[in-house]
C-alpha cells in the first residue's frame, strides 16, 4: 500500500486548511483498510490526530483536535481527507496519513505502532 500526502501549507491562526491522501496498491482494495491521521511537531513525537473506519461510519479524534478537524473519506476515489478549522500555532506538524487492516476500530488505534502504512508526511505550519 502507498500512501500519497498532500494539502499541506502556511495558513495564519483561525484559517482552514484541507489536506488529502491518495492510496494504491497492487492488489489493494481501500475499504479493506481503516485510515488514520498524525501529526508530529519538531521535537515531539508522533501523536494521533483522527481515525475513519472502513464505510467512514465511524470517526475518532484526539481531544486537541475534536470539534475543529474532521475526518472524512471516498472510497470510489481511494482518499481520505482532513479538513482543518480554526487552526491554531500548536497544530504546526507534519501531517502523516495511515492505514491499517485491522477488525477492530478502537482505542488501540491512537498508538503509531498500530499502523501498518505509512505517507511520507506534509508540513502544516499556523502563523500567530
Known amino acids: 500500500v502507498q500512501l500519497q500526502a498532500s494539502g499541506g501549507g502556511l495558513v495564519q491562526a483561525g484559517g482552514s486548511r484541507r489536506l488529502s491522501c491518495a492510496a494504491s496498491g497492487r492488489p489493494f482494495t481501500f475499504s479493506n483498510y481503516v485510515m488514520g491521521w498524525f501529526r508530529q511537531a519538531p521535537g515531539k513525537e508522533r501523536e494521533f490526530v483522527a481515525a475513519i473506519s472502513w464505510s467512514g461510519g465511524s470517526t475518532i479524534y484526539a481531544d486537541s483536535v475534536k470539534g475543529r478537524f474532521t475526518i472524512s473519506r471516498d472510497n470510489a476515489k481511494n482518499t481520505v481527507y482532513l479538513q482543518m478549522n480554526s487552526l491554531k500555532p500548536e497544530d504546526t506538524a507534519i501531517y502523516y496519513c495511515?492505514?491499517?487492516?485491522?477488525?477492530?476500530?478502537?482505542?488501540?488505534?491512537?498508538?503509531?505502532?498500530?499502523?501498518?502504512?505509512w505517507g511520507q508526511g506534509t508540513l502544516v505550519t499556523v502563523s500567530s
Open positions: 495511515a492505514a491499517d487492516r485491522r477488525s477492530q476500530f478502537d482505542s488501540t488505534m491512537s498508538s503509531p505502532g498500530q499502523w501498518d502504512y
